[in-house]
């Protein structure tokens, strides 16, 4: 597969602000292990394989088991995340998919039941950024480990 386009060269000041913005997620309410959960579950829905070979290799870096790795896309059935890590894995399902007639109202609050507003709030917006992320990725299809070393995803020791 050969990348359609260098995306980050043609708009340059774009590009900035979307990573500036990615960047300012980290002062996020949310913790590091949710946040990498939701980039890998968006780009599984949304079929980013350049976002999902780049987050599942960022969790692992950042201490994600590879067993929880293998269990992202069956969440509902494994046993290996908690009740906060399933609201947040549904909130994302739901923000990705946008159901027709919007997100109901029973998973709003499943999942307020987990997370505070200001929580849910910093969730939706990461949300946000890794689908614009997703989509940007797939129109200029964007090569799976060609950022490797850039981002310094050859510590994840995975190959």
């Known amino acids: 597969m050969t990348q359609r386009l260098n995306y980050a060269a043609q708009s340059p000041e774009f590009f900035k602000k979307i990573s500036d913005l990615s960047m300012s997620l980290k002062d996020s309410v949310i913790e590091q292990s949710i946040r990498d959960l939701v980039n890998?579950?968006?780009?599984?829905?949304?079929?980013?394989?350049?976002?999902?070979?780049?987050?599942?290799?960022?969790?692992?870096?950042?201490?994600?088991?590879?067993?929880?790795?293998?269990?992202?896309?069956?969440?509902?059935?494994?046993?290996?995340?908690?009740?906060?890590?399933?609201?947040?894995?549904?909130?994302?399902?739901?923000?990705t998919e946008l159901p027709e007639g919007g997100i109901?109202?029973?998973?709003?609050?499943?999942?307020?039941?987990?997370?505070?507003?200001?929580?849910?709030?910093?969730?939706?917006?990461?949300?946000?950024?890794?689908?614009?992320?997703?989509?940007?990725?797939i129109a200029f299809k964007a090569v799976p480990g060609s950022a490797d070393k850039l981002y310094g995803l050859d510590k994840a020791g995975l190959s």
Not at 69 to 88: D, G, K, Q, T
Not at 105 to 132: C, H, P, W
Request: hydrophobic letters at 40%.
């Open 104 to 137: 109901p109202d029973e998973l709003y609050e499943r999942v307020r039941g987990q997370l505070s507003e200001k929580e849910v709030s910093d969730l939706t917006f990461s949300i946000m950024i890794i689908n614009a992320w997703n989509r940007v990725s």
């Open 40 to 95: 890998i579950r968006a780009s599984q829905i949304n079929g980013c394989a350049f976002c999902l070979d780049m987050h599942v290799k960022e969790a692992k870096i950042h201490g994600e088991s590879e067993l929880r790795l293998y269990h992202v896309s069956i969440w509902r059935e494994s046993n290996l995340f908690v009740p906060r890590e399933r609201a947040a894995l549904a909130w994302t399902e739901a923000v």
